[in-house]
């Protein structure tokens, strides 16, 4: 069993599209985030939701929009996409306190 | 300033040699918990190692092992007789208390590591 999987693994897409990448965790973990990863490999935290709740907003243009139906679910919709935009953008989970993540697969993301 | 720091941006070592690779931190948080992630070219996170700030002896796991130094900030991670398969982007990685009780994630910059046969 896939314990964070986010969909697709791979997304292909021209400039101006909206495009969303889903993820579902099945640990029961409380709290869910978005990481972008990019070309130098650097992991910038996006989005932090724990139960549902919006905790964690880094500067992040307002055409990234998180969604959240329930603990278990974190999807991640991009409006308008940029160049600038492709990158790799992974889901993660944890349960509440200073504990690790774990992460799905990953979404490659290229923008052209 | 940086929250995590990883100053090695790239590593070489001998297959079956043991290599230690730096990771310093910086918070005023008495609560914290560190964290080392592994990735391979494939694009994965594999979580390898946690220390928590409480602990009192240094996180081991099979071959990882987290060298936690707390009054220096430094939470090196050292693997003993490397592999080849042990090449790979590694992540030191903090996770802090804030007003509130939610523990901010923070991420260095990673270091490269080449296992050499």
């Known amino acids: 069993d896939t314990a964070v999987s986010q969909t697709p693994k791979y997304l292909v897409t021209q400039m101006g599209n909206d495009k969303s990448i889903k993820c579902e965790q099945n640990l029961g973990h409380d709290t869910m985030y978005w990481y972008k990863q990019d070309s130098k490999k650097f992991l910038k935290i996006m989005f932090s939701?724990?139960?549902?709740?919006?905790?964690i907003n880094e500067t992040v243009p307002n055409r990234f929009s998180p969604k959240s139906p329930d603990k278990a679910h974190l999807n991640l919709h991009i409006n308008s996409l940029e160049l600038g935009d492709s990158a790799v953008y992974f889901c993660?989970?944890?349960?509440?306190?200073?504990?690790?993540?774990?992460f799905g697969s990953g979404t490659r993301l290229t923008v052209v | 300033a940086q929250k995590i720091t990883q100053t090695q941006p790239g590593m070489f070592v001998q297959e079956k040699e043991a290599v230690t690779l730096d990771c310093t931190y910086d918070t005023s948080d008495p609560s914290y918990g560190l964290f080392w992630y592994k990735q391979p070219s494939s694009g994965e996170m594999i979580f390898l190692i946690y220390q928590g700030s409480y602990d009192q002896q240094n996180a081991t796991e099979g071959r990882y092992s987290l060298n936690f130094q707390k009054a220096r900030k430094s939470a090196n991670l050292v693997i003993s007789a490397s592999q080849l398969g042990d090449s790979a982007m590694y992540f030191c990685a903090m996770r802090e208390g804030a007003a509130g009780g939610s523990y901010i994630p923070t991420f260095g910059r990673g270091t490269s590591l080449i296992v050499h046969p």
């Open positions: 939701y724990n139960n549902k709740e919006l905790i």
């Open positions: 993660a989970s944890s349960r509440n306190g200073p504990y690790g993540y774990t």
